[in-house]
């Protein structure tokens, strides 16, 4: 009974020592996730140079990898590109993208953001 219980107890520990190092995978793999979003607003600032080094500054996103660019007949679809380095379970955070573009100006939010079309 007593080698039973120890091969028990064996198991056990590598069940245990293998979800540990799955744990730790999981929260120190990076990932590199591409995002391509768009909203639409009925004003915006005079340029996108405050929004686009606001997201240049935030966790893991890649800076040369930002692009923000305006779209649609009007000129008033906000496009933003970039890639963002993230661990498996998503640390960091994705972006407070609807925040941010309240607090520099972009006003009337007609369209929230969305995947792009394109």
């Known amino acids: 009974m007593k080698a039973r219980t120890r091969w028990y107890v064996f198991i056990l520990a590598l069940l245990v020592i ?5 744990l730790w995978l999981l929260s120190t793999t990076p990932a590199s996730y591409g ?5 639409q607003f009925s ?3 005079a340029n996108d140079e405050a929004l686009a080094g606001w997201l240049k500054a ?5 800076a040369r990898s930002v692009h923000v660019e305006r779209g649609g007949e009007d ?3 906000l496009r933003v590109k970039f890639i963002q380095s993230r661990g498996l379970w998503g640390r960091p955070a994705t972006q407070g993208l609807d925040q941010a573009c309240r607090e520099l100006g972009y006003g009337g939010v007609v369209e929230g953001f969305h995947d792009a079309e394109r």
């Not at 293998?18 to 799955?22: A, D, F, I, P, R």
């Not at 995002?35 to 909203?39: L, N």
């Not at 935030?58 to 890649?62: A, I, L």
């Open 75 to 77: 000129g008033k679809v």
């Open 43 to 45: 004003s915006l600032p």
């Open 35 to 39: 995002y391509s979003v768009e909203a």
């Open 58 to 62: 935030r966790p893991g996103v890649v």
């Open 18 to 22: 293998g979800v540990v190092e799955g």
